[in-house]
């Protein structure tokens, strides 16, 4: 199926593709929702969705199923709209558009393996009806957080109340507001790629002189993640982390040669990877070794580096299994405009 009008399928005809899908061995994930108003927070949704299997149906709740759920003023977009933007993305291989509140009629067609839905349910908090046809199908259950400050509703609100020039600012830099330290994770794995990407995110930090003195040791087996939190009084979850990223520095290299200077870049790329995992739809928190110097040792002897390259603190990182809300601390006495 190429193009989007060719993947929007009727339930009889998904249920035949999705036959046909595991017949040639493939496995089949499904979510189902609104997606009034596309957002951003809904695509990262669907993209970790469709990584859950082979393929992605996304069955969508008709226009006046919505309305029933959501109050006469909604959808704001209608089904077949919704069914065709959603059709668009490269993670969706189909769409389905279903007359009722609940989704059960194509949980009873498409017998998912895979079932997903937002981190706002468990599987204490689905509907009863549709949970029993998913477990009776053998689906696994997937659930996975929603991007903070990203909804619908926020988008509406913010249509609604007229976006002046604060609102504004603060919706471009909610990337920042949103990142808040994330401290229980999914069992999904971290892949190379976006360790990757965090680390390209570290290393365009600020830097005294360019000196990049920093040096990252960048962790995923489970038995030195689980000696490296071991080390930590205060990062123990860091056992149960899919990945860590100590980010160390070597006074060799610093400006000057000077311990704040080295301590200040590896700080700027610690915030950079911090703000680089909010983006991707990762979390992370912020472990303090420097200067405790019991800790500095213990990373030092674990990861055999010599005494001039001080391990400055450590990053957990993992799909976040949490949403805290965005917010700054902001004090009007912790600023003086002069
Ligand atoms: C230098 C430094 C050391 C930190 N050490 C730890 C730590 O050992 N364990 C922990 O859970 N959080 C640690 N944090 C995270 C802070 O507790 C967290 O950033 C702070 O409470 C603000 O919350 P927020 O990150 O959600 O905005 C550390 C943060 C910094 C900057």
Same mark, same amino acid.
């Given at each position: 199926?190429?193009?989007?009008?060719?993947k929007?399928l009727?339930?009889?005809?998904?249920?035949?593709?999705?036959?046909?899908?595991?017949?040639?061995?493939?496995?089949?994930?499904?979510?189902?929702?609104?997606?009034?108003? *596309?957002?951003?927070?809904h695509?990262?949704?669907?993209?970790?969705?469709?990584?859950? &299997?082979?393929?992605?149906?996304?069955?969508i709740?008709?226009?006046?199923?919505?309305?029933?759920?959501?109050?006469?003023?909604?959808p704001?977009?209608?089904?077949?709209?919704?069914?065709?933007?959603? &059709?668009?993305?490269?993670?969706?291989?189909?769409? %389905?558009?279903?007359?009722?509140?609940?989704?059960?009629?194509?949980?009873?067609?498409?017998?998912?393996?895979?079932? %997903?839905?937002?981190?706002?349910?468990?599987?204490?908090?689905?509907?009863?009806?549709?949970?029993?046809?998913?477990?009776?199908?053998?689906?696994?259950?997937?659930?996975?957080?929603?991007?903070?400050?990203?909804?619908?509703?926020?988008?509406?609100?913010?249509?609604?109340?007229?976006?002046?020039?604060?609102?504004?600012?603060?919706?471009?830099?909610?990337?920042? *507001?949103?990142?808040?330290?994330?401290?229980?994770?999914?069992?999904?794995?971290?892949?190379?790629?976006?360790?990757?990407?965090?680390?390209?995110?570290?290393?365009?930090?600020?830097?005294?002189?360019?000196?990049?003195?920093?040096?990252?040791l960048?962790v995923?087996?489970?038995?030195?993640?689980? &000696?490296?939190?071991?080390?930590?009084?205060?990062?123990?979850?860091?056992?149960? &982390?899919?990945?860590?990223?100590?980010?160390?520095?070597?006074?060799?290299?610093?400006?000057?040669?000077?311990?704040?200077?080295?301590?200040?870049?590896?700080?700027?790329?610690?915030?950079?990877i911090?703000?680089?995992?909010?983006?991707?739809?990762?979390?992370?928190?912020?472990?303090?070794?420097?200067?405790?110097?019991?800790?500095?040792?213990?990373?030092q002897?674990?990861?055999?580096l010599?005494?001039?390259?001080?391990?400055?603190?450590?990053?957990?990182?993992?799909?976040?299994?949490?949403?805290?809300?965005?917010?700054?601390?902001?004090?009007?006495?912790?600023?003086r405009?002069?």
């Amino acid at each position: 199926m190429n193009s989007p009008t060719e993947k929007i399928l009727t339930i009889d005809e998904a249920a035949n593709w999705a036959k046909e899908l595991r017949r040639s061995g493939h496995t089949l994930a499904v979510t189902n929702g609104v997606f009034d108003l *596309l957002h951003r927070g809904h695509v990262q949704y669907l993209m970790e969705a469709a990584s859950q &299997a082979d393929a992605l149906l996304v069955a969508i709740n008709s226009d006046a199923a919505v309305k029933q759920l959501k109050g006469p003023e909604r959808p704001i977009v209608c089904e077949q709209d919704r069914a065709f933007m959603l &059709a668009s993305l490269k993670c969706v291989s189909a769409v %389905v558009i279903f007359d009722s509140t609940r989704a059960t009629s194509v949980f009873q067609a498409i017998a998912p393996d895979v079932y %997903v839905k937002g981190g706002d349910y468990t599987e204490e908090t689905l509907d009863r009806e549709e949970h029993a046809v998913l477990k009776a199908a053998g689906a696994r259950f997937s659930f996975i957080p929603f991007i903070a400050g990203r909804s619908t509703t926020t988008v509406i609100k913010q249509i609604r109340d007229g976006a002046s020039p604060q609102v504004l600012a603060d919706r471009r830099i909610d990337p920042i *507001l949103s990142r808040r330290s994330i401290r229980r994770f999914q069992l999904r794995p971290v892949g190379q790629e976006q360790l990757k990407e965090l680390l390209k995110a570290g290393m365009a930090a600020p830097s005294a002189c360019a000196k990049d003195p920093w040096f990252f040791l960048t962790v995923t087996k489970p038995e030195l993640l689980k &000696a490296i939190a071991e080390k930590l009084p205060n990062g123990k979850f860091l056992a149960e &982390a899919p990945a860590c990223i100590c980010i160390a520095g070597d006074l060799h290299k610093a400006h000057g040669g000077e311990l704040s200077y080295m301590l200040q870049d590896c700080s700027a790329a610690a915030e950079n990877i911090l703000l680089a995992a909010n983006l991707l739809g990762l979390g992370g928190c912020w472990l303090g070794v420097h200067p405790r110097e019991e800790r500095v040792k213990a990373l030092q002897e674990l990861f055999a580096l010599p005494a001039h390259i001080l391990p400055v603190c450590c990053l957990a990182i993992g799909w976040p299994a949490e949403s805290p809300q965005p917010r700054t601390r902001y004090r009007d006495e912790a600023v003086r405009f002069l």
